[in-house]
């Protein structure tokens, strides 16, 4: 699936991934490939991206939302860097 982490100023992470696990308000969830549409609000935390090639790249952010829908990923935070 494709994942994009957007900040109002920057892209800071585009590419393919199996899995993600994200810090929601009510708790970590994850996201795999093909999972059904679904929207949720995302509090500060690690978004953890197992990529396609067996690495993984950890992103710390503050609060954001993120958008799930046709194997895409969209999320968007107030702030954030690739770790």
Known sequence: MLVEILT???K????DAKGIQMPGVSG????LSNHAPMISALSSGIIRVANTDGTSNNIKINSGFMEC???K??????GGELQ
């Open 69 to 71: 829908l046709q194997n």
């Open 12 to 15: 800071i992470f585009t590419g």
């Open 8 to 10: 109002p100023e920057k």
């Open 73 to 78: 990923v969209v999320i968007l935070v107030e």
């Open 28 to 31: 970590s969830f994850e996201v």
